[in-house]
């Protein structure tokens, strides 16, 4: 079983909030204290996880979370937002339709049983179509949409310049297996390319695992070149995604958390080298059954 969560002080006033073990629904989030409240990052995907965040961030600064930035919708970010009913919930415009489409957390069959609380969805309501610039006191925050589908359509970074510390949300997983099935594996290596990297963060908070430094995008971006590597030969063999996941050999990134997420991730890499746009939609249900079949069958392990 995972361990407890972890408080980690990146820089003066800057915390990062890492939940081990990183994979399924246990995500980080994070929190600056400045100017008499705190800006959260995101908050944790069931009411008893949010609550032991929320508790942390009380003890740590004492001050009252005042606003809250989603950095994109997925449920392990966003169902706690309703346990902060005073903060200021921003974030990009389609990550606001994607909560409401995506409605309260439910078992599903896909991943073991959860005990979610209660929890209602509660998106955004203050909207930005490229990014917004909050102030921790004189800290400047800066909150930008990525510009392309990546992860999802709708991820945002939260950078602090003046300390060179980047929260990347699920822009990169450390030590597990990034996950495109919602977003676009060309339009994510293009964001950390083009976005990411050139804001040269010393320190990066991803979405999942242990922080780190600029060793976490290419970590990302050559696992991403892989998945479309095997998806160009899968391709011209005339495989499926998932027997060309089968017969794909993942090297260094067997060790990875949630290998599962290979199948998945070329259902969105061939859907790219045929008719589909970055981020359109694809069939997910298929997806899913390729990943639990390449899981050995069972439903995918979560324990948050």
């Not at 989030?29 to 995101?42: E, P, R």
């Not at 300390?163 to 597990?176: E, H, K, N, Y």
């Amino acid at each position: 079983m995972p361990g407890p969560p972890q408080t980690v002080q990146v820089s003066d006033a800057v915390y990062a909030y890492i939940q081990p073990d990183g994979s399924w629904y246990i995500n980080n989030t994070g929190f600056i204290a400045g100017g008499g409240g705190v800006i959260s990052i995101d908050t944790c995907s069931t009411e008893r996880r949010t609550r032991a965040y929320l508790a942390t961030v009380a003890d740590v600064t004492g001050l009252p979370v005042r606003t809250l930035v989603n950095t994109h919708h997925h449920g392990d970010h966003t169902y706690g937002n309703c346990l902060l009913p005073r903060a200021t919930i921003v974030g990009h415009e389609r990550t606001r339709e994607q909560v409401l489409a995506a409605g309260p957390p439910a078992n599903l069959g896909i991943w073991t049983d959860v005990e979610w609380g209660d929890l209602e969805p509660a998106p955004p309501f203050l909207t930005y179509e490229s990014g917004v610039t909050l102030w921790a006191g004189d800290l400047r925050c800066d909150a930008r949409y990525v510009g392309t589908p990546a992860h999802t359509t709708n991820d945002s970074i939260v950078h602090i310049p003046e300390r060179s510390v980047l929260f990347a949300g699920d822009l990169l997983f450390s030590g597990g297996t990034p996950f495109l099935l919602m977003g676009s594996i060309a339009g994510a290596i293009e964001v950390l390319e083009e976005v990411v990297r050139p804001l040269g963060a010393a320190v990066i908070v991803p979405g999942h695992g242990p922080a780190g430094g600029p060793e976490l995008i290419d970590e990302a971006l050559g696992y991403l070149r892989f998945v479309s590597d095997v998806a160009r030969r899968g391709l011209d063999a005339g495989l499926s995604p998932l027997d060309a996941a089968l017969e794909a050999d993942l090297g260094p990134y067997a060790g990875w958390l949630d290998p599962e997420r290979f199948p998945g991730n070329l259902h969105r890499a061939y859907a790219e080298l045929g008719w589909a746009e970055r981020g359109a939609p694809i069939d997910l249900a298929a997806a899913l059954r390729d990943m639990i079949t390449y899981n050995g069958g069972g439903p995918l392990r979560c324990h948050a």
